[in-house]
Structures are given as structure tokens and as C-alpha cells.
């Protein structure tokens, strides 16, 4: 259950953090539709885990890949969001498949 509200928390931070002006124009889209996507599966997560936690574990991974993409490396706030959210999705998103603990 703790997988399901943080995944769906964080994915609101995304949607807030992309109107933040953490980088470019890029940026905002990414975090924008990586946002409400991992927000909707979190809290869809709640009832059913299977494609919701795959779904977020994945978007995480894609976070942390992002964060370092050459051209978006140069905004410190951006890598460091991106890194840290991206981390706290994808533990959240992996460890939903593992059941009700």
C-alpha cells in the first residue's frame, strides 16, 4: 500500500516540478508526462499492482536515465530531481510486484 501513495505522491512532485523552470523546454514536457503518468498508475496502484508497478519501476529507470542526457546534464536542480524521484519510483513501482506487504 506505502508503493501505491508514494508512487502516486511523487508523480504529483513531477507534474509541480516541471512548471518549476529546472531546465529547458524538454524538461518540462518530460517531467510533465512522466508526472501524470506515474501518478495515475500509483493511484490506480492502490487495487491492482501488476501493470501499475511495472509501469512506474520502468518510468523511474527512464527518471534516471534522464537525468543524465548530455543536454539536460547542465542544470544541476533538473539531474538531481530526476535522480532522486527517478530512485524513489522505481523502488516504489518494483517493490508493488512483490505483493501485499
Do not use: E, H
Amino acid at each position: 500500500m506505502w508503493q501505491a501513495w508514494t508512487t502516486g505522491i511523487l508523480g504529483l512532485w513531477l507534474i509541480v516540478a516541471a512548471f518549476l523552470k529546472l531546465g529547458p523546454t524538454g524538461v518540462l514536457w518530460d517531467n510533465l508526462i512522466v508526472g501524470i503518468i506515474v501518478a495515475i498508475a500509483g493511484f490506480l496502484m492502490i487495487k491492482v499492482k501488476s501493470w501499475q508497478g511495472w509501469t512506474a519501476g520502468i518510468l523511474g529507470l527512464w527518471l534516471i536515465v534522464a537525468a543524465f542526457i548530455p543536454s539536460l546534464r547542465l542544470y544541476s536542480p533538473n539531474l538531481w530531481n530526476d535522480l532522486i524521484v527517478g530512485i524513489l519510483v522505481a523502488i516504489a513501482g518494483f517493490a508493488a510486484l512483490g505483493g501485499n506487504k
